[in-house]
T-cell receptor, first 114, second 114 residues
Framework: NAGVTQTPKFQVLKTGQSMTLQCAQDMNHNSMYWYRQDPGMGLRLIYYSASEGTTDKGEVPNGYNVSRLNKREFSLRLESAAPSQTSVYFC?????????????FGDGTRLSIL | GENVEQHPSTLSVQEGDSAVIKCTYSDSASNYFPWYKQELGKRPQLIIDIRSNVGEKKDQRIAVTLNKTAKHFSLHITETQPEDSAVYFCAASRNSGGYQKVTFGIGTKLQVIP
């Protein structure tokens, strides 16, 4: 049981390049989330997927797109990377059956945009 | 929307002393309050949580208290040890159309001095 797995762990991009961050969970959770973490700003929600087949914007969605490929996988895409998107990205999942439950986080992707 | 304020932003204590981190929230509909510990370069991990129908919860050296009327909750760590050094995040959460809407505080960097 690996929990939440993110790939890649590190990535350096040039401004304007695109890339997709991958996330998969094996806990059969229905909800999945993408956060970014910047110094002094805590964790900010980019996009979420309450259940398979649905996605919605969070607090800071501009410059990102997401795909909930199936119940296990939730990917985050940067279409045209900008230096302001340099951050640590965390994927998380939770099981909302029966009410609020803790979120389980992946190890993060450290992304630098030059 | 929800606003979670967390204090202090940094905290240094001597080993064996207690540490207290305080958070306030604004949305009275929030009903679940998890605390996460994040060691340097690692993922946030749940250490304790409390629901709105409970005033206090303890787990060994860690306790959380909740005052719904005042909309604040606190993390208490007793007999601190060097391995308690990390960043701690509070969060306030509520259900919103099948989705768990979670707002995080900006984090408290705790340093335990041996």
């Amino acid at each position: 049981n690996a929990g939440v797995t993110q790939t890649p762990k590190f990535q350096v991009l040039k401004t304007g390049q695109s890339m997709t961050l991958q996330c998969a969970q094996d806990m059969n959770h229905n909800s999945m989330y993408w956060y970014r973490q910047d110094p002094g700003m805590g964790l900010r929600l980019i996009y979420y997927s309450a259940s398979e087949g649905t996605t919605d914007k969070g607090e800071v969605p501009n410059g990102y797109n997401v795909s909930r490929l199936n119940k296990r996988e939730f990917s985050l895409r940067l279409e045209s990377a900008a230096p302001s998107q340099t951050s640590v990205y965390f994927c998380a999942s939770s099981d909302q059956t029966g009410g609020n439950q803790p979120q389980h986080f992946g190890d993060g992707t450290r992304l630098s945009i030059l | 929307g929800e606003n979670v304020e967390q204090h202090p932003s940094t905290l240094s204590v001597q080993e064996g002393d207690s540490a207290v981190i305080k958070c306030t929230y604004s949305d009275s509909a929030s009903n679940y309050f998890p605390w996460y510990k994040q060691e340097l370069g690692k993922r946030p991990q749940l250490i304790i949580d409390i629901r709105s129908n409970v005033g206090e919860k303890k787990d060994q050296r860690i306790a959380v208290t909740l005052n719904k009327t005042a909309k604040h909750f606190s993390l208490h760590i007793t007999e601190t040890q060097p391995e308690d050094s990390a960043v701690y995040f509070c969060a306030a959460s509520r259900n919103s159309g099948g989705y768990q809407k979670v707002t995080f505080g900006i984090g408290t960097k705790l340093q335990v001095i041996p």
